[in-house]
Nanobody, 125 residues
Framework: QVQLVESGGGLVQAGGSLRLSCEASGRTFSPYYMGWFRQAPGKEREFVAAIRWSDGTGFQSDSVKDRFSISRDGAKNTVYLRMNSLKPEDTAIYYC??????????????????WGQGTQVTVSS
């Protein structure tokens, strides 16, 4: 069983930065992709970024690609989301997710088997 635990959320002023972390635990952990999604109040959960575990190739959604970056530390089974130039519209609960099958689209929620509990990010204006 894989468990994902996010950390690093909090309250930040617009223009500020945060780095979210997601540590995975489990006897064997070898995902195909890990991703970050977010859900704002009253909105659907949306894709933010994903990274292919084997080689660290990552990509972001168009709405954040110039401000956010995703990375991973294989030795620590941890994926990071670096968020710069934060805006009030980035306020949401951020979820980490992972899947193992070598098929499926990493920007699609239904591809993911495992989810963290989420961490709140609030950006004040």
């Amino acid at each position: 069983q894989v468990q994902l635990v996010e950390s690093g959320g909090g309250l930040v002023q617009a223009g500020g930065s945060l780095r979210l972390s997601c540590e995975a635990s489990g006897r064997t952990f070898s995902p195909y992709y890990m991703g970050w999604f977010r859900q704002a109040p009253g909105k659907e959960r949306e894709f933010v970024a994903a990274i292919r575990w084997s080689d660290g190739t990552g990509f972001q959604s168009d709405s954040v690609k110039d401000r956010f970056s995703i990375s991973r530390d294989g030795a620590k089974n941890t994926v990071y989301l670096r968020m710069n130039s934060l805006k009030p519209e980035d306020t949401a609960i951020y979820y980490c997710a992972a899947y193992r099958a070598n098929w499926g689209l990493p920007q699609t929620r239904s591809s993911y088997d495992y989810w963290g509990q989420g961490t709140q990010v609030t950006v004040s204006s």
